[in-house]
């Protein structure tokens, strides 16, 4: 089967292999050049398909794609123009809006100990001392059985590895209070960015997304306007769902069709800064999750924005238009001609500086897995409403969406934050009963001396200067009397014990 996305203008359509669908693709262009509808395009195929989708929205533009299209302007050209059905081409899908603030979707969270203290690291851009340390805490937390599941119980754990540094330092190695310090300020950094929403309960679970209705892949839309301007937490949770989904899908090979496919807009945002272990794992994954039957497809302006051992695995490419204005400009022009195969009939370097906007270069694998020769196509208009819903529509779908009200409030469980703390307040009653305890013993053998000497007196007498000095000179007495029988009492234990 073939997902059918394009048309040259001989008449030939173009289009993904669903069986190839999962090795990966790549979406590259100029701004304003066509990429978002190709992205959007692309999406609707797979729903149409059964198969699930995730997308991520930078600009707020996509949530037309529950509502049918409109025919009228260039669309209806277009459909016209490829005879594609005329106005039964159009349709609306099912949608899931997510936000990781909860504002414009259903709230998307999940917790410390799911991100791990390699991607947190990355998000509060700590150091490598720092990282260890942050791994310490985990270990720590794990060994102790205490769930860390949101930024209180985070620091919580901080300060307890802290406090009792030297009990750990022989087992773990040395906690550096410096380092704790800078974690905790990172920590305000990232809460002051709105990270507090990101980490919580209830967690999402995947397979609240890779649902289908009425036969359709629903399309799960995570709104990133606001998420956008703190790239290094855009990152760290699209860095995080690989790493999930990897982790907790089954092994499939390679299926008919894919079990998920994924659009990452913004792909750059993944590696810039990123230190080269981080990397080295986005390989790993992208490479490997395809057993899995999951799909990942970049969206990003320039080639050169993704590592060269990742962009060698994306098999399926649309580029758009490419500006060749400076030294760089020339460079990806250049590298991205170099990726497609060659057909003696198109002037790759050429051709990418003069394409219109919704035209590509094309070339997607064929059913043994090479790609195709490299094509001059128009994508095919997209089936759903292209202007995006008002606010109060969004929120309407939203609402009326089934996983809404399981994932909307915040929910409390106890976790690091309220053990540590049950601990310490314990710890802190024990301590004054002992105290409490210890002040009784020796009121008690105060008040004999004190009526041995000066006999009894009366409630709300006041004492003498010279009865004030033996009552302290009596506690002190009293407290060498207790300790001396306590040597006395171990020594006559400890005597019987030798006989």
């Known amino acids: 089967m073939q997902y059918d996305l394009a048309r040259t203008e001989l008449g030939k359509t173009l289009g993904i292999t669903a069986k190839m669908a999962n090795r990966h693709g790549l979406i590259a262009g100029a701004t304003g050049t066509g990429k978002t509808v190709t992205l959007r395009k692309i999406a609707e195929a797979f729903s149409d398909d059964g198969v699930p989708v995730f997308l991520v929205d930078v600009k707020g533009d996509l949530s037309g794609l529950v509502n049918h299209g409109q025919f009228s302007g260039k669309i209806a050209e277009r459909i016209e123009q490829f005879n594609l059905g005329g106005e039964h081409y ?43 340390l942050l791994n310490l805490v985990f270990r720590v937390a794990d060994d102790k059985g205490l769930l860390v599941i949101d930024l209180k119980d985070l620091r919580a754990m901080l300060k307890y590895v802290a406090e009792n540094a030297k009990t750990f330092q022989v087992e773990y190695g040395n906690v550096s209070a410096a380092s704790v310090g800078a974690i905790q300020r990172a920590l305000l950094t990232l809460e002051n960015e709105g990270a507090a929403n990101l980490f919580g309960e209830p967690a999402l679970n995947l397979d609240d997304w890779l649902q289908t209705r009425d036969g359709r892949g629903v399309i799960n839309v995570l709104n990133s306007e606001q998420l956008i301007n703190s790239p290094r937490m855009y990152s760290a949770f699209l860095l995080w769902l690989m790493s999930e989904l990897f982790e907790q899908l089954p092994e499939v090979g390679d299926p008919d069709k894919p079990k998920f496919v994924m659009f990452f807009d913004e792909a750059h945002l993944l590696f810039d800064d990123a230190p080269a272990v981080l990397v080295e794992k986005v390989e790993k994954v992208v490479r490997l999750i395809r057993s899995k039957g999951v799909g990942i497809y970049f969206v990003t302006q320039n080639p050169l924005d993704l590592p060269d051992t990742v962009l060698g695995q994306l098999g399926n490419r649309v580029q758009h238009a490419l500006r060749a204005f400076t030294p760089r400009d020339q460079k990806a022009v250049k590298s991205a001609a170099e990726t497609f195969r060659a057909n003696p009939a198109v002037n790759v370097v050429e051709s990418i500086s003069t394409l219109g906007v919704g035209q590509a270069l094309v070339s997607f694998l064929d059913e043994k897995g090479m790609p195709t020769p490299v094509e001059i196509a128009y994508i095919y208009p997209p089936k759903s409403q292209l202007s995006p819903l008002s606010g109060e529509e969004r929120t309407t779908w939203v609402k009326d969406d089934e996983l809404y009200p399981f994932y909307k409030d915040y929910v409390d469980n106890e976790s690091a934050f309220e053990v540590l703390n049950a601990q310490a307040d314990l710890a802190a009653v024990q301590k004054k009963q002992a105290e409490q305890a210890q002040e009784e013993e020796e009121n008690g053998i105060l008040g004999s001396l004190s009526r041995m000497i000066f006999g009894t007196k009366k409630r709300g007498d006041k004492l003498s200067p010279t009865e004030q000095m033996v009552n302290s000179v009596a506690k002190s007495v009293g407290r060498n009397i207790r300790n001396e029988v306590t040597k006395q009492i ?6 019987a014990l030798k006989k």
Do not use: C, H
């Open 90 to 132: 159009l349709n609306g899908y099912p949608v899931s809006f997510w936000d990781v603030f909860g504002k414009t979707g259903i709230p998307l969270r999940t917790t410390i100990s799911e991100m791990g203290p390699l991607l947190l690291s990355r998000l509060l851009n700590l150091n490598a001392t720092q990282e260890g």
């Open 490 to 495: 171990m020594r006559g234990i400890l005597g």
